[in-house]
C-alpha cells in the first residue's frame, strides 16, 4: 500500500507570466453555468523551464465573448472567414502562442474555502504558418 507525508509535497506554483509556445493537450465540449455552449482546453507548454507545465482555458460561445473566440481560432489556424462548427477534439495538437496571467488566490464567500492564485491564458497569438494547422473555410 502506498504511504505519503505531505510535509515533503511541494504545492504546484502558477508559472510566471508570460507568452509560451503551447499545445493544446486536451479539448472536451460542455455546457457553461449559464447554459452556454464552451470547450474546456488545456494547453502544454512546448519548451523552456516549464516545457510539460498545463494551463486550463475556457471557449465559451456566447455573443460576448466571440471576439476572444475568434481571435483564438484564427490564431490556431482557422481562415478569417471562417464558417462552421466548432469540434473540440479537432483541436487536439493545435500550437499556438499563449499569454499567461495569474489570477490572484480568492475566498468562497458562501463555503469560505480558500482557492490559490491560479494561471489563466490572456491571449493567444499564432506561432507561424508552418508550425500552425490550417483549416479552410
Not at 460576448?64 to 478569417?80: C, D, H, Q
Request: aromatic share 8%; proline share 6%; charged share 25%.
Amino acid at each position: 500500500m502506498p504511504t505519503i507525508d505531505f510535509s515533503e509535497v511541494k504545492d504546484l506554483e502558477p508559472i510566471p507570466n508570460g507568452s509560451y509556445d503551447a499545445e493544446i493537450v486536451f479539448a472536451q465540449e460542455g455546457v457553461s453555468k449559464n447554459d452556454n455552449p464552451k470547450i474546456d482546453l488545456r494547453w502544454k507548454v512546448l519548451a523552456g523551464e516549464f516545457a510539460g507545465r498545463q494551463v486550463f482555458d475556457t471557449l465559451t460561445f456566447t455573443q460576448n465573448s466571440m471576439y476572444r473566440v475568434k481571435n483564438t481560432l484564427k490564431a490556431l489556424g482557422f481562415a478569417p472567414a471562417f464558417k462552421g462548427e466548432v469540434v473540440g477534439g479537432d483541436l487536439i495538437g493545435m500550437q499556438a502562442t499563449i499569454v499567461v496571467s495569474t489570477d490572484p488566490g480568492s475566498t468562497d464567500p458562501v463555503s469560505g474555502e480558500e482557492y490559490s492564485p491560479r494561471n489563466k491564458v490572456s491571449k493567444v497569438k499564432a506561432l507561424g504558418t508552418a508550425s500552425v494547422k490550417t483549416l479552410l473555410g
